[in-house]
Structure formats: structure tokens, C-alpha cells
């Protein structure tokens, strides 16, 4: 037999498939209750000449979303901010948020309340690399961190914060300050799981 067919209770099914491979292989499930999700890749968003990145659609049983950055820069010297939404649209307040900068002479702090903000400061000629981690923590309570890095300005960026949304999480926002645009072409993407 090479897969099993279970069919749920009111419709809909879900396919369990073997490896197309010799051998026997074992997968054990642990001993917990709990819901068994994939690991789901966005759409790459190339981040030229936008203010903002948004990925929509987010399913209600997500708990946690891997934000990546890959040669992303911007067009001014503000930071780049990840803002999430719900059914009600994007939240903008309500962060409790802070980034730190290190790679200079002393290490700096940025606070913000409008969004998890990434980088302590920025420059329009830097270009990061990196990852921002949300997970959920129960409540639409949301727990953010992040370190960025740019080869070409030599320092590194850390932040971490919170956040409680109105609602069940359908969205998230990649921007800088709604004004400002991305203008390296680069690449952003989530995974969510």
C-alpha cells in the first residue's frame, strides 16, 4: 500500500503517502493531542520600489511565522518594521517593541510602539540579511525576535517584542515607515508553521 486516505468528518481528506523508496522507514507521533501542521512557504515578494510587503491569507492555526530578509534595503535612513493584522486589517499600535544596534563604537536602542521595529538606525546604501521569528503565545498575545545583519554598513541588528492583536492573525506587514520604499532587489518571504 502506498498511501492511506483518511476522510474527515464532514468532508475534505487528507492523503498519507510512503516514500517511493526501498527499505522500511519509521515515523513515531508523539504521545501529545494536538494539531499536526505543515511547514508553509509565502511567495517571494522581490521588495523594489514599494512601501510595504504585506502576506495575507495567514490560517487561523498558525503559531509561528519565520519572516527571512535576503539583500533588502531601503530608501532612506528609518528602520524596517513588521506590523501585524487581523480580519480588521494591520495594527499599528500596541507594540511593545526595541532594536538593538551593534558593530560601532557603543551600542544603541530604538523603542517602538507602532511595529517590531528591526534595526536601531539605518542607512539608504545598507543591505540586510536575516530573520525575524513571531510565535504565538496564547490569546493573540504575539512574541517577536530578530537579528539582522548588513555586510556592507558592518553591524548587526537585534530586536525582540510583543504584541496583542484585536483578533486571530491573518496578516503581516513588511514596511519601513509607509513612506519610504525598498529599493534593493532583494527578497522577502515567510514560512509559517
Known amino acids: 500500500m502506498a498511501s492511506v486516505v483518511l476522510s474527515g468528518d464532514t468532508s475534505g481528506s487528507i492523503t498519507i503517502a510512503a516514500p517511493a523508496v526501498a527499505g522500511s522507514n519509521t515515523q513515531t507521533l508523539v504521545a ?6 505543515p511547514l508553509i512557504s509565502g511567495t517571494v515578494s522581490t521588495a523594489t520600489g514599494g512601501t510595504s510587503i504585506d502576506f ?12 527571512m530578509f535576503s539583500g533588502i534595503s531601503g530608501s532612506g535612513t528609518a528602520p524596517f518594521v513588521i506590523q501585524l493584522g487581523d480580519a480588521g486589517g494591520i495594527e499599528a499600535t ?28 539605518n542607512a539608504a546604501a545598507s543591505v540586510y540579511n536575516g530573520i525575524a521569528t513571531i510565535a504565538l503565545i496564547g490569546s493573540n498575545n504575539w512574541a517577536q ?14 530586536s525582540a517584542g510583543s504584541k496583542t492583536l484585536s483578533d486571530t492573525l491573518t496578516q503581516v506587514r513588511i ?8 529599493d534593493v532587489n532583494g527578497g522577502i518571504n515567510i514560512l509559517y508553521e
Not at 501529545?32 to 501542521?37: K, R, S, V
Not at 500596541?94 to 538606525?121: I, K, P
Open 32 to 37: 501529545a493531542t494536538g494539531t499536526l501542521a
Open 175 to 182: 514596511t519601513i515607515d509607509g513612506t519610504q520604499t525598498f
Open 94 to 121: 500596541g507594540y511593545s517593541s526595541s532594536a538593538m544596534r551593534g558593530g560601532s563604537s557603543s551600542n544603541a536602542f530604538l523603542a517602538s510602539t507602532t511595529g517590531f521595529v528591526l534595526q536601531e538606525s
Open 145 to 158: 525576535s530578530s537579528f539582522l545583519i548588513s555586510p556592507t554598513a558592518n553591524t548587526g541588528n537585534s
Open 56 to 67: 495575507t491569507g495567514i490560517p487561523s492555526w498558525v503559531k509561528r511565522i519565520t519572516v
